[in-house]
């Protein structure tokens, strides 16, 4: 991830470094052409650009340099770019392209027949909002629709059943009646909207399940009208085996739950079924709600029947979706009354924010002014206490469960959360707990070194038992409990590096035969949905050989149609690689009881606060973090930051969170 004014894909760099255009000015079509040759803008921005200026008839420079912009932008996860944070400033960094000032941009901008204005009803490529937020049309309308159906999903309250105490005391005995997961059961039973959001281990499918019974208890939802769902296969996979787990438990004190199996599905198959056919459903429980990006929770809005209950579960403080948005952290921020961030949902945390609390957040008062017809809102001296009609829907869960608060995994993941720098690198420096380790890793030499110890250490002993395993029923698959987590892709330190050098040491060890691509013990990503299969990205299985001598591929975390472990015949996978380490984006909503993290450089900006966290709360038992004290700290240091609109319409306020300030990110 790049910084917020910087778009991916700026890989290349001139030799000779970027033209300085005058201050207020652009130069046309030459400024568009120098940035896209060095590689500042992709091909699709470039050509969107084009596009935009040729439809507008060429009069506008400064529309076309906006277009290419906003394109840029949600590459880097953006809904929009906020024109006030970045006008008049140079781009990608100081002394390159010099932006137009606010003023002109904005006029240009509305005297455009390519951009439109909220309210205009026509659809033109850009929409300009009234804070200066330059949206591509279709970011534009799902950001709109994702905040008027949680709006609407949040409005009103049902009556309680009666006898809902009792049952919850059944669920949850021990408990007061504001403990929060209580709460937030009590949210889901009375409410179309119920969001909860926690650290690792802090209970949210331990919630998910009591949600679900005790809405069929109460004959609120039939059994097959409950739908749980992830947005990945193996997010799923958890959230069905918690489900099932807890329900097993729970039939003795609800009998309304007897027979009823939980099946669990990915966001995408369960929108394609939904096309297909749309079957009756009274309530969506949605895990891991921070992987789900703003276009796919608009089609899950518009999917879901006005009177169905959306039940979204999830951590704020992790990475957000790979695609434009940060839903779910907008959703906690506007229900909590965060003003410059998410409440702490680290374990440990001591702040929250109840279910029915009525959050409100500070923000500055605003004003329109107009400039060339152009409202924008800017900041007044005033506050204004704004409450969000999700406050009562949000709940924020604090106790964790997994691991220790004040062990090793705790420490630092609350460190890393809170921006404490030093107390992180303390944390992983501390020899009297061994569940976290800093071990140095300097250079790409080094990490090659790693790659070829563990291979050795790891890899190797687990292919060795994976050659014993004839089918699923001979116990569970090797490095089940062990991942190697990267926070780059590409690169020096990035995840496709570390497995060519695994897979090449455990070919010359003789376990990974290059003449053999499906030698036993292989361990499988796919890296594309296939309806023909059922298999979706990010699905891991592991490659076994049956008493036949034929290899099969077993996906541990599905099942076949029948029930039984899901085997698929090597011929039949779509898209794949191997994988001995993965992303760090790869491995949300998944755990393992031992972790090592790969950060890479102190100066990467791929490595943020979000992601360290992520990576280090997978861990159960243990996390070894490979890096320097310096790569900690910048990673920790580096929070961050996606543009978008979706606060402001869900908290109630009128275009505060963007109001024209000089941001100092460049």
């Known amino acids: 991830m790049t910084d917020a004014n910087c778009p991916a894909g700026s890989g290349r760099r001139a030799e000779n470094g970027p033209r300085t255009v005058p201050s207020g000015t652009v130069s046309g079509a030459r400024t568009l052409d120098d940035l896209h040759e060095q590689g500042h803008l992709a091909d699709i921005d470039r050509h969107f650009a084009a596009l935009v200026e040729e439809l507008d008839g060429g009069a506008g420079t400064e529309v076309a340099l906006a277009a290419a912009l906003a394109s840029a932008w949600t590459r880097d996860g953006h809904a929009c770019i906020a024109l006030p944070e970045v006008a008049g400033g140079d781009w990608p960094r100081p002394g390159a392209v010099r932006l137009p000032d606010l003023e002109p941009w904005l006029e240009a ?113 039939a059994p097959a009208r409950v739908a749980l769902v992830a947005p990945t296969g193996k997010a799923a996979a958890r959230l069905q085996e918690a489900v099932r787990g807890r329900h097993r438990l729970l039939v003795p004190a609800m009998p309304a739950l007897e027979g009823f199996e939980a099946h669990a599905t990915t966001v995408h198959r369960w929108l394609f079924s939904r096309a297909r056919s749309r079957s009756p459903i009274d309530a969506l429980i949605l895990d891991e709600g921070s992987m789900v990006d703003l276009t796919l929770m608009a089609k899950v809005l518009d999917a879901l029947p006005a009177g169905a209950r959306l039940v979204v579960l999830g951590d704020a403080s992790q990475l957000a979706s790979v695609q434009p948005g940060a839903v779910f952290a907008d959703v906690c921020r506007a229900g909590t009354g965060g003003e410059d961030g998410v409440a702490d949902a680290s374990p440990g945390a001591e702040t929250g924010i109840r279910a029915g609390s009525g959050g409100s957040s500070q923000g500055a008062a605003s004003q329109a002014v107009a400039d060339g017809g152009i409202g924008v809102t800017k900041a007044g001296d005033a506050p204004a206490t704004v409450s969000s009609p999700l406050a009562p829907c949000v709940v924020q869960l604090v106790r964790n469960w997994r691991f220790d608060e004040a062990g090793g995994i705790g420490r630092l993941a609350v460190a890393v959360v809170r921006g404490h720098a030093s107390a992180a690198v303390e944390a992983l420096r501390d020899s009297s707990d061994d569940a976290t380790e800093l071990r140095p890793m300097t250079d790409p030499v080094r990490f090659e070194r790693l790659a070829t110890a563990f291979a050795d250490e790891r890899f190797a002993p687990a292919l060795e038992a994976a050659q014993a395993v004839e089918g699923p029923g001979d116990g569970v698959p090797p490095l089940s409990a062990f991942r190697v987590l990267c926070a780059h892709r590409v690169g020096a330190y990035g995840a496709e590096r570390f497995n060519r050098l695994v897979e090449r040491r455990l070919g010359a060890l003789g376990l990974a035969p290059a003449h053999e691509p499906f030698y036993p013990g292989r361990p499988i990503l796919v890296t594309r949905n296939d309806a023909r299969t059922g298999l979706s990205n990010g699905d891991a299985g592991i490659v076994l050989r049956g008493p036949d001598g034929r290899s099969r591929v077993w996906f541990p975390e599905l099942e076949g149609s029948d029930g039984r472990p899901r085997l698929v015949a090597p011929a039949r996978l779509p898209p794949h690689e191997s994988f001995f380490a993965v992303t760090v984006h790869r491995a949300q909503g998944s755990e393992y009881d031992e972790v090592a993290v790969l950060l890479g450089p102190a100066e990467s900006r791929v490595s943020t606060r979000e992601l360290l966290y992520t990576a280090v709360t997978r861990a159960r038992r243990r996390v070894a973090v490979h890096g320097t004290e310096q790569s900690v700290t910048g990673a920790v240091m580096r929070a961050t930051k996606r543009v978008s609109g979706l606060w402001d319409a869900l908290a109630g306020a009128n275009c505060r969170s963007s109001s024209p300030r000089r941001s100092n990110r460049r």
């Open 109 to 221: 901008l509305g005297a455009s027949p390519m951009v439109a204005r909220p309210g205009d009803g026509e659809r033109r490529p850009l929409v300009l909002d009234g804070a200066g937020r330059l949206y591509l049309e279709r970011l534009w309308t799902a950001e709109r629709a994702v905040a008027r159906a949680l709006r609407e999903r949040a409005a009103g309250a049902d009556s309680e059943p009666d006898g809902l105490d009792t049952a919850l005391d059944r669920l949850f005995p021990g408990t007061t009646a504001d403990d929060r997961p209580r709460a937030a059961a009590r949210t889901a039973v009375r409410r179309r909207l119920c969001v909860v959001s926690g650290g690792p281990g802090t209970g949210k499918t331990t919630i998910a399940a009591a949600i679900v019974a005790l809405l069929i208890e109460f004959r609120l939802t």
